[in-house]
């Protein structure tokens, strides 16, 4: 890492800012087009390259996805061409309408089923367009959108939520609608968690054709499907086309059909493609408990396998998280809740009897779990962290229908049971200062590993009570300026709360803030939109050296040298500014 730059006051131009940085980040001059390629290669070539290469088999493994892992180790699934193919025209034949002059923007990762086999083989199956997104946020779906004007939309439902809330910011109607998601929007598929029936009506009562559906890695993709037209409310649709149901043991759905994959072998040499004759009959357990709705339609009752998926559509194991709490002093048992929802919290039955608990008060004991909450966090991936928590006065209990006769948890029961306890740990997170709100989005929460009541404000400054870091506030030298940490910002709206992950997301205004990167996990979203904030900052006013020197947190890629280029403009001394702005 770099030596840590000297803050002294210094008088230097910034007009030489914007004539390097083209020479810092070239852009590579190797990238060439396929189209370039082929317009190169004489009459027919390509097609004899192509001929020349070895074919699969239909029954041949061509591709290989894995499961999560959630509940163990990650299973290799197998796919075959048979698979893939029967797989585009049964979607085909579900959605009949889709088809012409379709242009899709590939939000979802190429490692999702429905990010390679719906859209990327949907499109060249469709003849359509496909437009990458520079990364998953959703200012760069928006940007996209607004680009290339999708006509239909693959998406997690927080997304589909989003883009409902930005129109209905506009107004809410289709005009609106079609101003966020750029005019064209006509279908859609919200899959790998829950939307609200109502976010459903919304779309569709704006021409927008949104349907359900259910799926997993095993079906290549998608099993059900909630017919254009024909939405039932809290249900996954009926079964695609060549999809074979049926309800098993504790009505766990059972499904088979020429797209239903085979697993690896899990115990085969490395490199192994074995996978069981496929042609012979196979029943697959999707570890989920149905019930059938008048009409055919399915609907999902509970889980099996005990998984449930965040709002992001990431997958989360309640009984991973919580094995961390068992046989912990002072605690009986726990819950971790979380489907569909941003970040998880966590249900404490408390153990009264234990004498850990015994000499501490109401809040000695509250400070104890968040103590434990905050080791198990340790070794947990950010998504499955546990960001809320409450001590409950009860017992889960077989009588109000939260347990089997065997003990185990019947996940939806106790959430319904307790949903006014879960509400209030989902309230939004928003600090005051100075007669201003400050918002602190729920994933800065879970990246950071803290609980949501360890970032509050104190003397002047938003603080990590558990770090005891600490990001200053205060007032700008000029009027409505904000000082936070080492810049000044100008927020453009009074009455708007001010938001802590934009500054955190958004490089324009993160970069030469070393303070502010120390206490923020921040990113390179140079998509973010600036709502509610100039994109200008400023430097505080000095008139004396503070003797302070900056050391920015080390980033080992360009944009932690473009920090370092800045940093050291902004708070070095005259000659390390002078170098910097001479690179830039």
């Known amino acids: 890492p770099p030596p ?147 006509t239909g939309l693959i998406s997690v ?47 569709q009562g704006r021409g927008v054709e949104l349907c359900s559906g259910f799926g997993m890695t095993e079906g290549t993709g998608g099993l059900t499907m909630t017919p254009p037209g024909e939405y039932v409310e809290e249900s996954v649709g009926l079964p695609l086309p060549g999809v074979h149901t049926r309800l098993g043991d504790q009505d766990e759905l059972m499904v088979s059909g020429p797209y239903v994959a085979r697993y690896l072998p899990e115990d085969g040499p490395a490199g192994d493609l074995t996978v069981p004759d496929p042609a012979a009959e196979y029943w697959l357990g999707t570890g989920d408990l149905f019930r059938e709705l008048p009409g055919g339609h399915l609907q999902i009752v509970d889980r099996i396998k005990d998984i449930y998926k965040n709002n992001r559509g990431q997958t989360v194991a309640p009984r991973k998280v919580e094995s961390r709490f068992t046989g912990v002093p002072g605690i009986a048992r726990t819950f971790l809740a979380g489907d569909g929802r941003a970040y998880n919290v966590l249900l404490i039955v408390p153990d009264r009897a234990d004498p850990v608990l015994a000499e501490l008060d109401a809040d000695e004991q509250h400070e104890y779990f968040r103590g434990v909450i905050r080791q198990a966090n340790l070794d947990l991936a950010s998504y499955e962290r546990v960001v809320n928590f409450a001590v409950l006065e009860r017992d889960f209990s077989a009588d109000h229908g939260e347990l089997t006769a065997k003990g185990s948890f019947r996940r939806k029961a106790i959430a319904a049971n307790f949903k006014d306890v879960l509400a209030d740990l989902y309230r939004r997170h928003t600090l005051s200062w100075e007669g201003r709100h400050l918002t602190v989005p729920d994933w800065v929460i879970r990246d950071l590993g803290v609980l949501e009541d360890e970032i509050t404000v104190s003397d002047g400054a938003v603080l990590n009570t558990r770090t005891g870091a600490r990001l200053p506030l205060g007032p700008g030298h000029r009027s409505g300026w904000l000082r936070i940490g080492d810049l000044e910002y100008r927020p453009l709206d009074t009455e708007r709360d001010l938001d802590l992950g934009l500054l955190a997301r958004q490089p324009l205004l993160w970069l030469g803030n070393p303070t502010l990167q120390a206490f923020l996990p921040c990113r390179g979203d140079w998509d973010a939109r600036l709502r509610g904030i100039d994109e200008q900052v400023m430097l505080p006013r000095r008139t004396t050296d503070s003797g302070e020197t900056v050391s920015p947190p080390w980033r080992d890629d360009r944009l932690g040298e473009l920090d370092r280029f800045c940093t050291a403009a902004l708070h070095g001394d005259l000659d390390a500014a002078t170098e910097a702005l001479d690179v830039m």
């Not at 990238?31 to 097609?47: S, Y």
């Not at 003849?127 to 999708?150: C, E, I, Q, R, W």
């Not at 439902?157 to 809410?172: K, S, Y």
């Not at 966020?180 to 609200?196: N, T």
């Open 157 to 203: 439902p927080l997304r589909w939520q989003q883009i409902r809330d930005r129109a209905d910011e506009q107004g809410g109607d289709r005009d609106a609608l079609d101003a966020v998601a750029g005019g064209r929007l006509r279908w859609g598929l919200s899959a790998a968690g829950w939307l609200a029936p109502d976010t459903f009506r919304w779309f």
């Open 4 to 150: 840590p730059f000297s803050r002294r006051r210094r008088h230097t131009r910034l007009g030489r800012w914007s004539r390097g940085l083209g020479d810092v980040y070239k852009r590579q001059e190797q990238l060439r087009l396929l189209e370039e390629d082929l317009a190169a290669l004489g009459p027919g070539e390509a097609d004899r390259r192509l001929a020349r290469r070895p074919r699969f088999g239909l029954d041949d493994p061509c591709t290989v996805l894995f499961t999560s892992g959630s509940t163990g180790r990650p299973k290799g699934i197998a796919f075959t061409p048979f698979n893939l193919i029967s797989k585009r025209f049964a979607r085909a034949a579900a959605l009949p309408a889709v088809g012409t002059g379709e242009t899709l923007l590939a939000y979802l990762p190429l490692y999702h089923t429905f990010g390679r086999y719906l859209e990327l083989l949907g499109m060249l199956y469709w003849g359509g367009t496909y437009v990458f997104a520079g990364n998953p946020s959703l200012d760069a779906l928006l940007d996209g959108m607004a680009k290339v004007h999708p």
